[in-house]
């Protein structure tokens, strides 16, 4: 036991929460200054599953991911988790943005990066525990960082920083992921391992919402669509959302 409280390392959303761990959102509504990106979108989701945001170039899909990270308060509507409101429980969400927006310059090591996922539970100048340092070793080994812990970020290949921002999001035991356009910029190998990590990730009870352009490789990376323009067009499985019927509508086809 450490610190009188911890004697196992809690990890993860456990692959039997998927009857109660239900994202919703209801009537969600938000945008920029003035100009509206979505407009009244409804979902529900469970843990357990894979779930790609899709639609054209504008459709709202970052502004989704915003929203639902806490960066961007929406206008109308709410958004529940546990049926309370997610913002209650911003420590269970972790947010990958795209690589762009990653400044991997910045002079952090993989090992350091992976350790911010735990700054919500132990704060940001508080030191590691024991327990929370299990969690970092667990999460290094789970995502094949341990050779790789004292590298420099921006040393690394395109999957490799995928995998410490995965890494640092299980460090930070989230059950809900959130993946900006993850596969952009990836070699095939690289996005077949990201693929599958995903999927496994998944199947231990997290729920991974990621944005996604490529209509060909999504039957193969999630279970789970959402087709937006600015609306909801379809949402469910990916073979009933990806249909030609829902596509031109989405895509503005003749």
Request: proline share 5%.
């Amino acid at each position: 036991m450490v610190n009188g409280q911890h004697d196992h390392i809690c990890w993860g959303g456990g692959q039997h929460h998927h009857t109660h761990h239900h994202l919703v959102l209801r009537g969600v509504t938000a945008g920029y200054a003035s100009i509206p990106a979505l407009d009244a979108i409804n979902l529900q989701a469970s843990c357990g599953h894979t779930l790609a945001l899709m639609g054209p170039n504008g459709a709202g899909k970052s502004t989704l991911l915003n929203v639902l990270a806490g960066l961007l308060p929406p206008w109308h509507g709410e958004i529940l988790w546990h049926n309370t409101p997610l913002a209650e429980h911003r420590h269970e969400i972790a947010y990958l943005p795209q690589r762009s927006e990653v400044n991997w310059q910045f002079p952090i090591t993989v090992r350091q990066l992976v350790e911010m996922g735990r700054y919500p539970a132990v704060g940001v100048w508080n030191p590691l525990r024991q327990h929370d340092r299990e969690i970092v070793e667990k999460a290094l080994c789970t995502l094949g960082l341990q050779d790789l812990q004292k590298r420099q970020i921006g040393a690394l290949s395109g999957g490799q920083q995928q995998r410490c921002f995965l890494a640092r999001a299980l460090a930070q035991e989230a059950h809900i992921l959130l993946l900006d356009e993850p596969f952009t910029g990836l070699d095939v190998p690289g996005s077949e391992a990201l693929a599958a990590l995903l999927r496994s990730l998944a199947s231990e009870g997290r729920l991974v919402i990621a944005s996604h352009h490529d209509l060909a490789t999504a039957p193969q990376i999630f279970d789970q669509a959402m087709l937006l323009r600015r609306q909801l067009i379809a949402v469910g499985s990916v073979a009933d959302v990806l249909t030609p019927e829902n596509l031109n509508r989405a895509f503005n086809r003749a």
